[in-house]
Every structure is written in C-alpha cells, then in structure tokens.
Nanobody, 125 residues
Framework: QVQLVESGGGLVQAGGSLRLSCTASGRTFGVYAMGWFRQAPGKEREFVAAISWSDGTIVYRDSVKGRSTISRDNAKNTVYLQMNSLKPEDTAVYYC??????????????????WGQGTQVTVSS
C-alpha cells in the first residue's frame, strides 16, 4: 500500500510558474514509476508527465514539452513537476500517480495503481 500526497497548487497569472510536489509513503519499494495527470471540469483525466524511479526515463505529453519539467528526489521519495509559462488551459486538478510495475503504456490511467487526492492549479488571464 502506497500513500501519495500532493502540494504546490494555487492561483497564478498566465505566464507564471508553479512547482508541484508529490511525496510517497508506505510500501514505496513497490513503486516503479510516478507520474502526473490532470482533470479539468467536464473533461476526462489526461496524462501530463511521468518518470521512472529506477533509471529516470521521462515521458511528457506534447502540449507541455518545453514548459514543464518532471524530476525526482529518491532520498525523499518525492517527484516534482515544475511548470513554467502557464496558460489558462493548464487549469485543472493535478493528480499524482504511482505504478507498481514497469509500464507498457505510460499514458493510460490503468497503468497506475495509486493516486493522490489532487491539488488545484488555476491560471488566470
């Protein structure tokens, strides 16, 4: 069993930056990869980025490449999502997720076994 807690969300103006954090606790030895999804009101949850806990392999969705950076701190069992040049369309609840096995498809929600409660990101124009 793994528990995930997100932090760092908030209200920012367009063009601003935020750094989201997600800390894992419990059976963290069973985590293979961690990632971020987001869900805007009335829309489906979508993949943002993920990172392998073992070799650092990173995957981004195309719309955030060049603006966002996912990173990890193994000693702290924490994954970060640095988001720059934020746009109103980035507004969503951002969820941290963890996978207990090597992903075949990094983009699928079903790949991930554990989920945090989410942190709200609101970008105003």
């Amino acid at each position: 069993q793994v528990q995930l807690v997100e932090s760092g969300g908030g209200l920012v103006q367009a063009g601003g930056s935020l750094r989201l954090s997600c800390t894992a606790s419990g059976r963290t030895f069973g985590v293979y990869a961690m990632g971020w999804f987001r869900q805007a009101p009335g829309k489906e949850r979508e993949f943002v980025a993920a990172i392998s806990w073992s070799d650092g392999t990173i995957v981004y969705r195309d719309s955030v490449k060049g603006r966002s950076t996912i990173s990890r701190d193994n000693a702290k069992n924490t994954v970060y999502l640095q988001m720059n040049s934020l746009k109103p369309e980035d507004t969503a609840v951002y969820y941290c997720a963890a996978a207990s096995a090597r992903p075949w498809n990094w983009y699928r929600q079903a790949t991930y076994d554990y989920w945090g409660q989410g942190t709200q990101v609101t970008v105003s124009s």
